[in-house]
Nanobody, 116 residues
Framework: VQLVESGGGMVQPGGSLRLSCAARGFIFSSYAMSWVRQAPGKGPEWVST????????FYAGSVKGRFSISRDNANNTLYLQMNSLSTEDTALYYC??????????WGQGTQVTVSS
């Protein structure tokens, strides 16, 4: 199993970024997928989860209405569109394969820094 995130960077408050996660080594369409972030000095925080087909998505209250999770099962890719970014969104963002009991595989993360 391999998960490779990309798309992070530095952006000003109010800006947008789109993260991608390329998945390999498993049947991508058979698993729910999630984004989890970790800010400096803090523990991991769940951001969003999408079901296998992409028809259902769930969001943490802190990002609801600003972030949008999606997936392309034909190309084994997970996305996170992030709008209206604030400094509080600064974190290392991970994609994670999601089972009913755990995030069993994680990528290496992509850094998002929101700063003026």
């Amino acid at each position: 199993v391999q998960l490779v995130e990309s798309g992070g960077g530095m952006v000003q408050p109010g800006g947008s970024l789109r993260l991608s996660c390329a998945a390999r080594g498993f049947i991508f369409s058979s698993y729910a997928m999630s984004w989890v972030r970790q800010a400096p000095g803090k523990g991991p925080e769940w951001v969003s989860t999408i079901d296998t087909g992409g028809g259902s998505a769930f969001y943490a209250g802190s990002v609801k209405g600003r972030f949008s999770i999606s997936r392309d099962n034909a190309n084994n890719t997970l996305y996170l569109q992030m709008n209206s970014l604030s400094t509080e969104d600064t974190a290392l963002y991970y994609c994670a394969r999601t089972t009913t009991t755990a995030y069993d595989y994680w990528g290496q993360g992509t850094q998002v820094t929101v700063s003026s």
